[in-house]
């Protein structure tokens, strides 16, 4: 557990007031005022996105708020959400899927809200030795004699049904049911004809695996390469270092990340109650603040901070993977099959491309995932999936934060979007691995585009 030194707490955030008021920023810093609760316990699972945390609190980012954070690391997501929800942690590092779902009512129903997105891509799906081998026999070879990437699940779907043949079950793991990983894994399974399977909540059916042929479970992150070099999992989909970590320990092959099946896709948020948010409006602006000088510093200058990121976040109580394994995929890199090192420049992202945004659009996507595979039982209309963004995703806070941080010469107005413009919603995007397009303000007309999924009035 980690805290934050309280000494002159008190003396210094007056006087930091105190001088505030005789500058040009008087008006901003007179709207978000005192913190009304200092003394903060965030919550994070061991993963790199949970960087911006980390360098909140190392680079004392939050006690230039006023703020006095504890920083601890959770055994699991559900562990996680549910001490948000019950007041144990102020807010946490969160699946961007978490605050949609429990919003929703999809598993633990509560009012969580976000008001800053932590990061752009950063997942992996990895698959035993055993796998790679069959798979590889389909993957078309480069000039250089490696395998053409990005290699799609087209490759896997022969491997499947040699399984489903044999009356094998062919098992992966996921991290939650609202995870990013869930949906990804399954974004890429079904773009190479792989099903994998349907929830049915209305039938009290919560396992994602009807009519699925490659049934996915969930699995904690750390203990993914475990679960995959006991034989229980053939593959799974999870954020790093756990993918780069197969490679490390001779036991799996990454084939893919998330930034080949969907280009800066969005991943994780900092999520909290809309309760305590409603309480603490400054303290909330205040966090955010924070957390955008680190995600800010993670990629400056060319990611040149990177080096010394890896080696905060290889502390026990952060992600605690040797540094070596944290800076395979958090310099720039990502290795694949084991000597297979490639350039993925933007595997990591935390502040490029407004990374820290929360968009509508983003919040849109997750919610079309969760009808397509059934954790959404029924037909919602368009307005409806606009109407759950705009209750979970909280621009208004970002930009009092962005605002501030301009007004304060920390941040310049370049760094962020053109906030007289901004609507919350990205231009059609094209990248993805199938070549489907996505446009966050036709979530019914995008789902219609999918061969396997559901859509329209489709129940299962």
């Known amino acids: 557990?980690?805290?934050?030194?309280?000494?002159?707490?008190?003396?210094?955030?007056?006087?930091?007031?105190?001088?505030?008021?005789?500058?040009?920023?008087?008006?901003?810093?007179?709207?978000?005022?005192?913190?009304?609760?200092?003394?903060?316990?965030?919550?994070?699972?061991?993963?790199?996105?949970?960087?911006?945390?980390?360098?909140?609190?190392?680079?004392?980012?939050?006690?230039?708020?006023?703020?006095?954070?504890?920083?601890?690391?959770?055994?699991?997501?559900?562990?996680?959400?549910?001490?948000?929800?019950?007041g144990q942690l102020d807010g946490a590092h969160m699946l961007a899927g978490q605050p949609l779902g429990a919003t929703i009512g999809y598993g633990t129903e509560a009012h969580i809200v976000t008001a800053f997105s932590m990061d752009l891509n950063g997942n992996g799906i990895t698959v035993s030795n055993d796998i790679w081998e069959q798979m590889k026999e389909h993957i078309p070879v480069g000039e250089d004699g490696k395998p053409v990437h990005p290699i799609k699940a087209d490759y896997l779907k022969p491997v499947v049904d040699k399984y489903r043949a044999e009356g094998k079950p062919f098992n992966m793991g996921m991290v939650f049911p609202v995870s990013t990983h869930n949906?990804?894994?399954?974004?890429?399974?079904?773009?190479?004809?792989?099903?994998?399977?349907?929830?049915?909540?209305?039938?009290?059916?919560?396992?994602?695996?009807?009519?699925?042929?490659?049934?996915?479970?969930?699995?904690?992150?750390p203990q993914m390469p475990a679960t995959l070099e006991a034989g229980t999992i053939y593959g799974y989909c999870v954020g790093e270092p756990?993918?780069?970590?197969?490679?490390?320990?001779?036991?799996?092959?990454?084939?893919?990340?998330?930034?080949?099946?969907?280009?800066?896709?969005?991943?994780?948020?900092?999520?909290?109650?809309?309760?305590?948010?409603?309480?603490?409006?400054?303290?909330?602006?205040?966090?955010?603040?924070?957390?955008?000088?680190?995600?800010?510093?993670?990629?400056?200058n060319n990611n040149a901070n990177r080096p010394e990121a890896v080696d905060i976040l290889s502390r026990p109580e952060y992600v605690g993977a040797d540094a070596e394994v944290i800076a395979n995929s958090m310099t720039g890199t990502f290795e694949y099959e084991k000597g297979d090192k490639r350039e993925v420049p933007d595997f990591n992202v935390f502040?490029?491309?407004?990374?820290?945004?929360?968009?509508?659009?983003?919040?849109?996507?997750?919610?079309?995932?969760?009808?397509?595979?059934g954790q959404i039982s029924e037909q919602k209309p368009d307005s409806w999936y606009m109407d759950v963004a705009k209750k979970v995703y909280r621009p208004d806070v970002y930009r009092i934060a962005a605002e501030e941080l301009i007004a304060e010469g920390k941040m310049a107005a370049s760094?962020?979007?053109?906030?007289?413009?901004?609507?919350?919603?990205?231009?059609?995007?094209?990248?993805?691995?199938?070549?489907?397009?996505?446009?966050?303000?036709?979530?019914?007309?995008?789902?219609?585009?999918?061969?396997?999924?559901?859509?329209?009035?489709?129940?299962?």
């Open 415 to 460: 760094d962020f979007p053109d906030f007289a413009s901004e609507d919350g919603f990205k231009a059609p995007q094209t990248q993805f691995i199938d070549g489907v397009t996505y446009d966050g303000t036709k979530p019914n007309e995008y789902l219609q585009k999918f061969d396997i999924g559901l859509k329209g009035a489709d129940q299962i």
């Open 1 to 86: 557990m980690l805290k934050q030194p309280g000494s002159f707490k008190r003396l210094l955030l007056a006087a930091s007031i105190a001088v505030t008021t005789l500058t040009a920023q008087t008006a901003v810093q007179a709207e978000v005022g005192y913190p009304e609760k200092e003394e903060l316990k965030f919550g994070f699972i061991k993963l790199t996105d949970m960087a911006p945390l980390a360098i909140a609190y190392e680079k004392q980012y939050f006690e230039d708020e006023g703020l006095y954070v504890q920083l601890e690391a959770q055994a699991n997501w559900k562990v996680l959400l549910d001490r948000v929800i019950d």
């Open 242 to 300: 756990w993918n780069q970590q197969a490679v490390f320990k001779g036991i799996g092959v990454p084939v893919i990340t998330d930034y080949e099946i969907w280009k800066d896709n969005p991943e994780k948020v900092f999520g909290v109650s809309k309760a305590w948010a409603d309480q603490y409006p400054n303290t909330h602006i205040r966090v955010v603040k924070a957390m955008i000088r680190a995600a800010k510093w993670l990629d400056e």
């Open 351 to 373: 502040f490029r491309h407004h990374a820290t945004y929360p968009y509508y659009s983003d919040a849109i996507w997750y919610l079309t995932q969760m009808r397509r595979w």
């Open 183 to 221: 949906y990804e894994l399954r974004y890429w399974l079904a773009a190479g004809g792989i099903h994998p399977g349907y929830y049915a909540p209305h039938k009290g059916d919560t396992s994602g695996q009807q009519q699925a042929d490659a049934l996915l479970s969930v699995t904690p992150p």
